[in-house]
């Protein structure tokens, strides 16, 4: 009874998986469950299985053609609705043996597992800085014997962290922050993998940190690193993983029974080098486990700067328009109105959110901020904006806390001082949820 009732299980899930692959790769699907059912009835694991053959050799002139003929923002369009199953045979189809899969021993694990199901050649690369945690080498060697795969690692060069940790100790991104560490063991050695690919795919989501990663498309031409041809333009980078939810990753990762991080039965969600990750507690969102003692605006490490938010050099800081303007329900400041509150003249309490139009943080903060002004209008609380860059930054830095942009504080009625919204979590709930336990509901 027991061997009939796994059959119907394997069964089912098999025609679940095949059902869920595009036309084009359902008989390919097909051939491998068929394949499978020859497998032991008291095997391990049910698991699809496809028949991964060799990549046809095409014209290299031929493919080249195809490549620079692409529109890729166009393309990023048309795929942004299908699956990343879709996306991801889109990717190796087009790639083929220039394309591979950055894995870094955490969630996108996924991305390994939607490459396996569209049954064609794969490569999968990991970046070992030599920091890791004992529990994501053990998941790179599971990773390895479940897809029959060698992953192919890349290291940091060895006299550059010599160097540095005989100049400044083995923890000095405690004092100074991890940007350089990160460039020696993580930036440097991703570079030069990049540097031998036309393209990479990335397990990027954009609900993985809120106003920093909303600008992450399903496909796009890598705006920070360089492919083998060398260039601006020369790298192409896929995040099939760009529109879907951790829950959604997770749900899908439990029915596929692939192998995981140990660490994330112990509240890691997002997970990095072991010095720079910690676990979570409930609520809390993933990223605020990375580098936490380091100010919310720097929670990237430049592995994926291009879709980072940020105010960068003296050229990004100009602005097609303002923020918050006609017909808002966000109130704006003037200097007069923003030094009367500051001075304490307030008869309500006031959440305010100092700006500078120009910060791509700001421009991502805009349509939560107006959803929290919506949901306050009339109420005891007033919403409001003060632009506080240019001749204003060092008065607003002196009076209302300004550290980067955006700064968002609460203003107390009939008070003076100022508290800070300390979170990287900027979405209306959170900041709702921030304005009631400041100001009450009344």
């Known amino acids: ?34 394949a499978s059912r020859v497998q032991a009835p008291h095997a391990s694991r049910i698991h699809l299985r496809p028949v991964v053959r060799a990549a046809p050799v095409a014209n290299a002139a031929a493919v080249e053609a195809k490549v620079d003929k692409v529109d890729w923002p166009a393309l990023a369009k048309e795929l942004d609705t299908k699956s990343p199953l879709e996306i991801m045979d889109k990717a190796l189809e087009h790639f083929g043996q220039d394309i591979a899969i950055a894995f870094s021993g955490a969630e996108d694990v996924a991305i390994i597992e939607y490459a396996h199901l569209t049954g064609r050649p794969y490569r999968v690369f990991s970046l070992d800085t030599g920091r890791l945690n004992p529990e994501t080498y053990q998941l790179f060697d599971a990773v390895e014997k479940h897809y029959g795969i060698h992953i192919e690692y890349t ?27 990160c460039r020696v063991r993580k930036v440097r050695p991703l570079r030069r993998q990049l540097g031998t690919l036309k393209a990479w795919i990335t397990g990027q989501r954009k609900d993985q940190s809120p106003g920093t990663r909303m600008a992450v498309p399903v496909v796009e031409v890598d705006p920070v690193f ?11 980078k896929y995040n099939p993983l760009s529109n879907m ?12 029974g692939v192998p995981t991080n140990k660490l994330h039965a112990c509240g890691y969600i997002s997970i990095g080098c072991e010095p720079c990750t910690r676990p979570v507690l409930p609520n809390q969102h993933e990223r605020e486990g990375r580098w936490w003692w380091e100010d919310a605006t720097a929670k990237e490490c430049g592995l994926h700067s291009g879709n980072v938010k940020k105010d960068g050099s003296t050229e990004q800081r100009k602005a097609d328009r303002d923020l918050w303007i006609d017909g808002s ?47 306050l209008a009339g109420s005891h609380v007033t919403v409001a904006k003060f632009q506080a860059d240019g001749d204003d930054k060092e008065w607003a830095k002196a009076n209302l806390g300004l550290t980067t942009f955006p700064t968002i504080v609460m203003l107390p009625k009939a008070k003076s001082g100022f508290v800070k919204y300390a979170s990287e979590r900027r979405d209306p709930e959170s900041l709702g949820m921030w304005v009631k336990t400041m100001a009450g509901t009344a």
């Open 1 to 34: 009874f027991s061997i009939e009732l796994q059959a119907v299980q394997q069964a089912c899930h098999h025609l679940w998986v095949r059902n869920s692959l595009p036309g084009n790769m359902q008989l390919q699907a097909s051939r491998s469950m068929r």
């Open 155 to 181: 290291f940091p060069d060895a006299q550059e962290c010599m160097e540095l940790v005989r100049a400044k100790g083995m923890f000095s991104f405690y004092e100074d922050g991890h940007q350089e560490c």
């Open 226 to 236: 360089e492919g083998v041809e060398g260039g601006p333009g020369s790298l192409i």
């Open 245 to 256: 939810s951790s829950a959604e990753v997770w749900n899908f990762l439990r029915v596929m």
């Open 329 to 375: 329900a966000v109130q704006t400041l003037d200097k007069a109105a923003a030094e009367k509150l500051a001075g304490g003249a307030r008869d309500k309490d006031t959440l305010l959110v100092l700006y500078a139009p120009w910060c791509p943080f700001c421009q991502a903060l805009e349509p939560n901020f107006e959803a929290v002004a919506k949901d």
